[in-house]
């Protein structure tokens, strides 16, 4: 299989590219920054829109403080973060327990994590003697905390939510709902419980969600309303390019710096498309280990591609087609639009939604994966040869195809 598209040598052979058009859909290149600790270090002293984090704990003195952290599927550097962080803390706070400083993984709705996992990232808070956690949506103790004005409910982890000083970190992102995700979303989706991220996710269903869509957008006033209920105190986020190098550092609170963070965002990670594409090739990635990307990937190439053209995608993730919920919807739904009205009746569940998502894509154009057939076996989608199946497509047009490649998932088309 295929995980890396080495488009020249194996995907697209000299035969091929005399045939075609090719694209390659790659943001504009940003600088660097050399020292994570040195940026960490000036955006906690020098926060936007708030005193120095040092400044707001000493005039707080909270007895308890929870760091929300992302689990393993970020890029977020949590074990090079974690270290001066804590040492602010106790600097500032010299009289506070290290136990009284809960770090809590939050995985929303991914494989749910055991703190074992991480070890590694989190070896500065053990070796402090800080509480150390990991967040289950189904089976963690949870605290209500009301509805949002959509009706959401707010349900979060009970050691975040009682805990006197609430620290998010996380990472500025393209989302294919929340328009761009990082300001809150550690707590208000990977601390959450299962419902309230499926209700606030299933928001989605509608004109005005979607990648890079902020005003109006249900999901975003949602999860923004549900970190103000919340009470968070402060926010660390990360700007990564699509090759996960660090490009800024923002911290300050989660509102704050989100525009900011968004703004960065789209520019680090923005495409802009002049036409779309008669074959897109994308590829989610090499080292998936949920279908986050996937789902993305999805997204991306309904935006870039012609109607009823062709696409082949790129996963090394076999499980990608979904959990047991969608895996069941695509078996036994006779098509997309069955599955639909059952996201309605499920009230947005994911599963259901994955399921009308990935169902959708294989009507609207010709989707092949790189997985075994077996495997897609019974659903909507469809397995191919990656080599072969660009070949036959390429060889059925006329004139020259456009066609454009799309190597991560993390770009957005501006």
């Not at 052979?13 to 020292?35: F, G």
């Not at 989302?175 to 990082?182: E, K, L, S, V």
């Not at 959450?192 to 999901?219: C, F, H, Q, W």
């Not at 998502?357 to 397995?383: M, P, V, W």
Request: with cysteine; aromatic share 6%; proline share 4%.
């Amino acid at each position: 299989m295929k995980t890396n598209i080495t488009y020249r040598k194996e995907l697209l052979s000299d035969e091929i590219l005399e045939k075609v058009r090719v694209t390659e859909l790659q943001p504009a290149t940003y600088p660097v920054l050399k020292s994570l600790h040195n940026e960490l270090k000036n955006v906690l002293e020098n926060p936007i829109n708030s005193k120095p984090f040092s400044a707001l704990l000493q005039l707080k003195q909270p007895k308890t403080i929870a760091i929300a952290v992302p689990d393993d599927t970020s890029s977020v550097p949590i074990k090079d973060i974690l270290p001066l962080l804590l040492e602010h803390i106790f600097k500032a706070l010299p009289r506070i327990e290290s136990s009284c400083v809960k770090i809590i993984v939050g995985s929303g709705l991914q494989s749910q994590p055991t703190i074992d996992n991480y070890h590694q990232a989190l070896a500065s808070a053990i070796a402090m003697g800080c509480d150390v956690s990991a967040h289950n949506s189904v089976t963690s103790e949870i605290m209500d905390l009301g509805k949002t004005h959509q009706g959401t409910p707010v349900r979060v982890n009970k050691t975040f939510a009682q805990a006197e000083f609430k620290i998010c970190i996380g990472q500025m992102d393209p989302h294919h709902m929340a328009g761009f995700i990082g300001s809150s979303e550690e707590a208000t989706i990977g601390c959450a419980a299962y419902e309230t991220i499926e209700t606030a996710l299933g928001l989605s269903i509608g004109k005005t969600a979607g990648m890079g869509r902020i005003d109006g957008n249900p999901v975003r006033q949602d999860l923004d309303e549900i970190g103000r209920m919340i009470g968070l105190n402060f926010t660390i986020n990360l700007v990564l390019n699509i090759d996960k190098k660090l490009i800024r550092v923002l911290a300050g609170l989660p509102e704050s710096i989100f525009r900011q963070g968004a703004k960065i965002c789209a520019d680090v990670c923005g495409v802009k498309i002049e036409h779309k594409f008669d074959i897109v090739v994308a590829s989610c990635g090499s080292d998936l280990k949920n279908n986050y990307h996937l789902e993305k990937t999805f997204n991306l190439i309904a935006q870039v591609i012609q109607k009823g053209g062709k696409s082949l995608l790129l996963t090394a993730l076999h499980q990608s087609i979904g959990d047991d919920i969608y895996f069941d919807h695509v078996c036994h739904d006779a098509d997309p639009d069955t599955t639909l009205a059952a996201v309605k009746e499920f009230e947005h569940q994911m599963g259901p939604r994955n399921a009308y998502l990935f169902g959708k894509a294989s009507t609207d154009y010709n989707l092949q994966f790189d997985l075994n057939s077996t495997i897609l076996n019974g659903c909507h989608l469809r397995a191919a040869d990656p080599s072969t199946i660009i070949k036959e497509w390429v060889n059925n047009y006329e004139k020259k195809p456009e066609l454009a490649i799309m190597r991560n998932s993390n770009i957005y088309i501006k």
